[in-house]
């Protein structure tokens, strides 16, 4: 290997693993904020978690507890009580008498997911054209500045984490704790896939684009452009992963 393909390695290496403390961050606070475990346990699922979200464990890999209790240097009980708490988020199957495994949600179940998704941010983004100040909506061009530049470098990785901070920034703003909720709940069953949808050749500009029609209509306040914008986008981003895991009816 020579001193090109040297850098190349150690580049893609730094922002697979900022990729992967990302992925963690995000696990830490799904977990933390619903469920008190004790620390390895949490860290556990922190770090199973996030490498399910990174691809680095695929759907239908088996998780063996003692490989994993080898690993951490500790008895299967924090490994089990750890896939279960990322089996209530989506993440685990943990079938009875059978061994763990990454979960690998079918087709129907990820059309129920971005259809649900879409009609919740529909109302959130209404609700934030309708109420936003300029504070609020500097925020947002800020996070969608984030996503520019991303897409600019062509910089997958760091599209799809802007992607995710700038929902998780219009959830926040539109105060609506419900649905905030409810969102949260989805929110680790959608990371991985999201890299997997948004990695389909023409779909990131496309992101890009849809995005940089929903800041201009938060700044003409256009709540049902809003809605209409980013409830396509998530209709779209269902389209892609339709035709990269099964074919739509």
Known sequence: MGPQEERAASERSDIDARSLERAQALVQRIVAERHDRPSLVSRIAIEM????????????????????????????????????????????????????????????EIREIYRARAVLFAMIAGEIARSIGQEGLDRLKAGFRDMEVAYRSNDLNAFVWANVDFYELNTQLAGNQTVKRILDSLLLRTAGLRRLSLSRPGRMARSYDDHARLINAYEDRDAQLAAALIQSNHINALAALESRIGQAP
Do not use: C, F, H, W
């Not at 490989?67 to 490994?79: Q, V």
């Not at 009580?81 to 199957?93: F, I, P, Q, S």
């Open 49 to 108: 978690g996030a490498e399910i979200i990174e691809g680095i464990r695929q759907p239908g890999d088996d998780l063996n507890s003692v490989e994993l209790s080898k690993r951490y240097r500790t008895s299967r009980t924090p490994i089990r009580e750890a896939l279960m708490l990322l089996e209530k988020e989506g993440l685990v199957d943990v079938p009875p008498r059978k061994r763990p495994r990454v979960a690998s949600p079918g087709i129907d």
